[in-house]
């Protein structure tokens, strides 16, 4: 089920506040979906092997070294390009930096959960 844009939000403006809170403790829950291989990598990574393979076939069709070689390197480049995470994924940062008006709303409101937490702790006692 799908959150709605409000539950969205909600749900960032609380992982930006854990971000901003316990930084080594949100690297360590983050999920896994921001850490796995990107589908775009993959298909590019895969597209580049291939056509390494067929410079490295053609190397051997025309019996020479140094296509084979170029070959065998292009297809090794995509392959570890295939495999390997983004600077981004690998830093943990978001994809876009919030402007300075949602980072205002942000500490307001958090600081209306923090009183309502407050308010809880009081009644309960």
């Given at each position: 089920m799908a959150l709605s844009e409000h539950e969205q939000r909600l749900l960032d403006q609380l992982e930006q506040q854990l971000h901003a809170d316990d930084p080594k403790f949100a690297h360590s829950m983050a999920s896994e979906s921001r850490t796995s291989m990107s589908t775009r990598?993959?298909?590019?990574?895969?597209?580049?092997?291939?056509?390494?393979?067929?410079?490295?076939?053609?190397?051997?069709?025309?019996?020479?070294?140094?296509?084979?070689?170029?070959?065998?390197?292009?297809?090794?480049?995509?392959?570890?390009?295939a495999t390997t995470k983004s600077k981004q994924a690998v830093s943990g940062e978001p994809a876009g930096k919030p402007s300075k008006a949602t980072a205002a709303g942000k500490s307001g409101f958090m600081s209306s959960l923090e009183n309502k937490w407050d308010e809880r702790k009081r009644d309960q006692t």
């Open positions: 990598r993959l298909v590019i990574g895969s597209l580049i092997t291939i056509a390494g393979i067929l410079v490295l076939l053609a190397g051997i069709v025309y019996q020479n070294i140094f296509i084979g070689v170029a070959g065998f390197l292009v297809m090794g480049a995509g392959v570890y390009f």
